[in-house]
């Protein structure tokens, strides 16, 4: 704590005097007593000096308070100073306050002080008190009590004078701020038009952020201004009876995307009618009539209107909207406490795209299914269903997590029983067919009808839990108008099928498929060295393929076919790189109408338009503005003309062997979709499309949009007349050159020199110092007319654009199908530019009936061979079902084990994917799945250990993989003791090779397990990865070693695992390795002893092998000479070796005492019936 002495404030005080400034006391106690010779009188006390001044103002000092005290009880200051009348004549022109409100809190004691001069002389000052109950009071200036007095007592004491406007105002302000709730029954408050317009809507959408539009400003009120201020960094403040903050008109998209990035559901209120409007209608003296307009979620921000496109550098993620429905085989309470094998409903649907994926599966307690649905799939939003299970709650609420930026929001399911989500789906394309256009050709009737009808087969085929989730995304979507999205069949999918592999949660993260284990992003992923796509639409479609793969050897051909044509057709043409300088015209023809060609500059054309994926789903939607209509529309005309170029459709050109590629390239260049895009396009100006002016958009006709027309007559008629009126007064003032002037935003202005008189009724605008403008009544009211007819124009306007894009709906299915084949040709062209790399070849994959096998000849780690460019160490992989299918690899620490199994891995998934890999041959068995488990790692949140959660991965790898999987395990069993670790490990291994029969890669540190190769001859073999030791002399030759890594695959087992390499590499302290190697080298030396007395005992027992001769003895009838001597040697057999066995040394000795003796007697009995003793044991030889 600081001291400052009286003297040192008095300085202080001058200081402040002279400059007209308040004094702010910080950290320290101040007790004075000497008033200022210059009239300023200053007593504060802070006591414990554990307050800090936290703002000043003019009149106003706000104290914060620590954490090592609460607030204080009880402040006071009081100060004054001297003021020139200059001063305060300007602070009165300025206004009471300069800055309007204070920034009072409740948790804050805030206190005020005012100086007001009574006279030229004599001062008057007010005392301001506050304390923790609110109350703000005020009387003469005394000293209190319990400070030290330091000017006599006044004789008489005056009353106090009643509080000023100010003070009033102030006691106002210091009052905290309440919700928009009466305090008390007897005296509601008073609330404006608008605050019970807020309340009304409030009361209709209590969990959505509102933004209501007021003016030129969206204004939030009560909690949401407090979550805007937070969010958004603005000002909230006391507004009547709400806490209130505002933002520009022009900044609504960003602020949007900021809110709904922070996870809320954003709603925006506007104005539902004009000045114009209002002003002749019947609520022109009301507030304007305001409507929720927009509703905004992660998951449907980018089909919203106004706000959808790629702003935030996002547009290749996918935003799903994931809805979970669980039910329990076992069955489970109100509040899940059971459900560990559950079955569970998914339906997502990314609203953007219009892709709908659906699916019903069994889980179990680790949820591992449910976790590869979020994995692969990345939804932005979760609708959960209640009830879950705890498994299942913890999963999900883990991956919503604050980190993940995931939006959760939960539905109740009891109405769904007995039919009920069948039935509710139903009504909803029952209504849609009810509410189709009726206008439109028969043909593009019938194809609608046809696609409602197969959307309709489907989902009569759904699973229970399926239709559950559907019908809750249904319902979840109306609120914000993209029901009809589920209505279209050209996207309904399941979400796994028998075409595809199977990729385990596990597969996904630890072989980083789609994105990298140390920050998250794609970079140094599988799906990064894949992706070379041209548009966004094809870079999402193509992370589906990596997180899919095929498991059907026809599919996986087709791909291959179609990427090999494109690949070879590069050779004779340009780089894709080189075709940035062309300059797309469909209507010219190519002279070189190579295959590669054309496909690259469509995808060049189509990357450098919007992303026409989400574009025509907006347009579906009717949330797409004219400008992006036009861009998506063209986009799609000009990609077909190109292609049509390539003459796919004549049966006479046969210059394609692919048929995949033919069938992709008639569905992007088909003729119905040319035709009507091409219509559409006609129908609209280019030029208004691109200025956003509706009211000149459309190029209307008689029989089409009658309103529009109609409105623009009557504006046309409305401005000729307001032109007409120039003549007028042209005529009345006798100026031919008179005209119409605009000044400062005001239109129709009649400038006239100061001399002319004008009548009474004319308004005068502004003036200058020879003219004056005025504003004639007729003028207004014709502009009032003019006004009212352009409104009236721009809602007809808008009326025909969303019937216009209503229209588009007919033909939205076919569109969606050209736009999935372009997205398809983009991921097959990126296919055969991946596949021209050095070193990648074809895979070739064996025949169903054939062995399961994967043999890859000199293969590479994908991701790794960018890093390393030629340094890469290449391996060979010969796995067989009928031969070896095992590897048991070891190997130093750091020497490569991982990378070589994460290889064959990456290997088998880019050959089912389609594509080329990195080997020089890889002839492959199609695989069902793949299961890992790799690397350590806990789930605090679950509840789980770091050894748990590797036997629980184990688990399901037991229970899912199959004859047709390959399985990796690395490093099982490192989470517990070594001897149980090993024997877990030992255990796993030996019930794959057993029970399952899978291709099994299985990396360990324990040699021990290395023996399954001789229990399995021929079906498991061992290998180590290679490494070169250097040792010096001076040094243990046993522990440290200069290892080299030579990164090759060798079979054989490694003894060591140089982990002290690692420790130097870590850079542990010299110390600790040293004192690690002693150590290593006591527990290595204990460890040989006992092998080499196991050895030595095993050596006796070898020898105490019982020979034919002595058999024969043996076996000898009771009444021959020799069967005596059979049963002694056998005695002493029996006696030597449990002698050997035996660790107890007592009994040891007596055993060998016993087995001597009869070693005696039978020399005797030798020597007495001339039998050779040929035993091994030295013992009786001796």
């Not at 949401?224 to 960094?233: I, S, T, Y």
């Amino acid at each position: 704590m600081k001291k400052i002495l009286p003297k040192q404030v008095v300085k202080i005080v001058k200081q402040a005097n002279k400059q007209k400034r308040f004094i702010i006391f910080r950290d320290f106690e101040i007790k004075l007593k000497s008033p200022d010779p210059f009239g300023a009188t200053i007593y504060a006390q802070f006591p414990g000096a554990v307050w800090h001044v936290d703002h000043i103002d003019q009149t106003a000092i706000v104290i914060r308070e620590t954490a090592a005290m609460p607030p204080p009880s009880e402040i006071i200051i009081r100060t004054h100073y001297l003021r020139s009348a200059t001063e305060k004549k300007r602070k009165r022109q300025r206004g009471r306050w300069r800055n309007g409100k204070a920034k009072a809190a409740s948790n804050f004691p805030l206190l005020r002080s005012e100086t007001q001069k009574s006279s030229s002389k004599h001062f008057r000052n007010r005392l301001f008190f506050f304390s923790d109950s609110q109350n703000l009071c005020h009387r003469h200036l005394e000293t209190p009590a319990q400070f030290p007095r330091h000017t006599p007592s006044p004789a008489k004491v005056q009353k106090p004078s009643p509080p000023s406007l100010h003070q009033r105002f102030l006691q106002k302000l210091l009052e905290p701020s309440s919700p928009p709730h009466p305090p008390s029954s007897s005296k509601p408050p008073n609330y404006t038009p608008l605050e019970q317009q807020v309340l009304h809507l409030k009361a209709k959408h209590p969990d959505v952020l509102l933004m209501v539009e007021v003016g030129y400003k969206y204004r939030f009120f009560g909690q949401d201004a407090q979550h805007a201020a937070r969010v958004l960094g603005i000002y909230a403040h006391l507004d009547h009876n709400f806490l209130t903050a505002s933002i520009p008109t022009f900044r609504l998209n960003v602020h949007v995307r900021r809110l709904v990035n922070a996870g809320f559901k954003v709603g925006v209120v506007r104005q539902t009618e004009t000045a114009a409007i209002k002003a002749h209608g019947s609520n022109r003296l009301g507030p304007f009539c305001r409507g929720l307009s927009a509703l905004y979620t992660k998951a449907t921000l980018e089909a919203a209107p106004d706000l959808g496109g790629p702003e935030d550098g996002c547009a290749a993620e996918s935003n799903y909207l994931l809805c979970v429905v669980e039910k329990s085989v076992l069955g489970f309470g109100e509040k899940g406490n059971c459900g560990v094998d559950v079955r569970v409903g998914i339906v997502a649907a990314e609203i953007s795209t219009g892709d709908v994926v659906y699916g019903e599966f069994s889980d179990d307690f680790l949820r591992s299914s449910l976790e590869a649905v979020l994995l692969s799939l990345s939804p932005a939003e979760l609708l959960l269903a209640d009830p879950l299970s705890k498994q299942t709650e913890k999963l999900l609420l883990n991956f919503a997590g604050p980190a993940s930026n995931v939006r959760l929001e939960r539905v109740s399911r009891d109405c769904f029983t007995s039919g009920g989500a069948l039935a509710e789906v139903m009504t909803l394309y029952e209504n849609m067919c009810v509410n189709s256009p009726s206008d439109s050709m028969q043909s593009d009737d019938l194809t609608e009808n046809r696609s409602q009808k197969l959307v309709i087969k489907e989902v009569m085929n759904m699973p229970d839990l399926g239709v559950q989730a559907l019908a809750l995304t249904i319902r979840h979507l109306k609120e914000f108008g993209f029901e009809r999205i589920l209505c279209s069949g050209a996207s309904l999918r399941p979400f796994s099928s028998n075409t595809e592999m199977t990729l385990s949660s596990n597969a996904l993260q630890q072989l980083e498929v789609l994105k990298n284990n140390s920050d998250g992003s794609e970079i140094g992923s599988l799906l990064q060295i894949m992706n070379r796509t041209l548009t966004i639409f094809g870079s999402r479609l193509l992370r589906h393929w990596v997180s899919h793969p095929l498991c059907d050897q026809t599919l996986i051909s087709a791909r291959l076919h179609a990427v090999t044509e494109i690949a070879e057709s590069m050779g004779s043409c340009n780089s894709v790189k080189n075709l940035g300088h062309v300059e797309e015209d469909p209507d010219v023809s190519i002279v070189q109408p190579e295959l590669a060609y054309i496909l690259s500059l469509v995808l060049t054309t189509l990357g450098r338009a919007p992303d026409i994926q989400r574009g025509i789903t907006r347009i579906f939607h009717c949330t797409a503005t004219p400008s992006e209509f036009v861009a998506v529309i063209q986009a799609i005309l000009s990609a077909g003309k190109q292609l049509q170029q390539l003459n796919i459709g004549d049966g006479n050109n046969n210059t394609l062997h692919s048929n995949l590629l033919k069938k992709l390239i008639l569905t992007a260049s088909s003729a119905s979709v040319i035709e009507n895009a091409a219509k559409m396009l006609s129908s609209l100006n280019k030029d208004s499309a691109d200025q956003g002016d509706l009211t000149k958009l459309i190029i209307a006709s008689e029989g089409q949009f009658p309103e529009v027309i109609r409105a623009r007559k009557a504006f046309k008629l409305a401005e000729e007349h307001l032109d007409s009126l120039i003549d007028l007064y042209r005529k009345r003032f006798g100026m031919q050159k008179l005209e119409f002037m605009s000044i400062s935003g005001t239109t129709h202005l009649i400038e006239l020199s100061t001399d002319v008189k004008v009548p009474s009724n004319w308004v005068k605008v502004n003036s200058t110092k020879k003219t004056i403008r005025y504003h004639p009544p007729e003028v207004v009211t014709a502009l009032d007319k003019l006004s009212l007819a352009k409104e009236e124009l721009t809602v007809a306007c808008r009326a025909a654009w969303n019937s216009f894009l209503m229209d588009f709906s007919k033909h939205y299915s076919e569109f969606q199908a050209s736009v999935q084949a372009l997205a398809a040709l983009d991921c097959l062209h990126s296919l055969a530019v991946l596949s021209r790399n050095k070193g990648y070849v074809r895979p070739v994959f064996v025949d169903d009936h054939e062995p399961v096998q994967i043999q890859i000849c000199s293969g590479r780690h994908p991701v790794l061979e960018t890093i390393l460019q030629d340094n890469f160490v290449p391996n060979d992989t010969n796995m067989r079902a009928d031969g070896e299918y095992c590897q048991i690899v070891t190997g130093p620490n750091m020497g490569g084990k991982s990378c070589y199994v994460r290889q064959v891995a990456l290997i088998a998934i880019m050959a089912q994917v389609g594509s080329f890999v990195p080997a020089s041959s890889a002839r492959l068995h199609v695989l069902d799945g793949i299961y890992t488990r790799m690397g350590a790692s806990d789930s605090i949140q679950q509840g789980r250990s770091t050894f748990l959660e590797e036997l629980s991965e184990t688990s399901h790898i037991l229970h899912s993989c199959t004859e047709y999987s390959l399985v990796i395990i690395d490093e099982l069993g490192r989470g517990t003791s070594t001897h149980d670790g090993m024997a877990i490990a030992h255990s796993t291994l030996h019930y794959l090779l057993k029970q399952k029969r899978s291709m099994v890669l299985f990396v360990t540190h324990y040699p021990k397990i290395a023996s399954l190769a001789t229990e399995f001859p021929g079906s498991v073999g061992a290998y180590h990865v290679s490494h070169l030791t250097s040792t010096d002399a001076s040094r243990n030759s046993n522990l440290d070693h200069d290892v080299t890594y030579l990164y090759k695959l060798v079979p054989g087992v490694s003894e060591r695992s140089f982990g002290f390499k690692v420790a130097q590499l870590a850079q542990l302290p010299s110390r600790c390795i040293s004192r690690a190697m002693v150590m290593a080298s006591k527990l290595e030396a204990l460890v040989n002893s006992r092998i080499h007395s196991r050895s030595r005992k095993e050596l006796l027992l070898d020898m105490l092998v019982i020979g034919e001769e002595q058999e024969q003895l043996m076996a000898q009838p009771h009444d021959c000479p020799h069967q005596e001597y059979g049963v002694a040697y056998k005695d002493f057999y029996l006696n030597l070796k449990a002698a050997i066995r035996d660790d107890d040394c007592a009994k040891n000795f007596l055993l060998l005492e016993h087995a001597r003796s009869i070693a005696k007697k039978l020399i005797g009995r030798s020597m007495q019936y001339g039998i050779t003793c040929k035993s091994r044991s030295p013992r009786l030889q001796r």
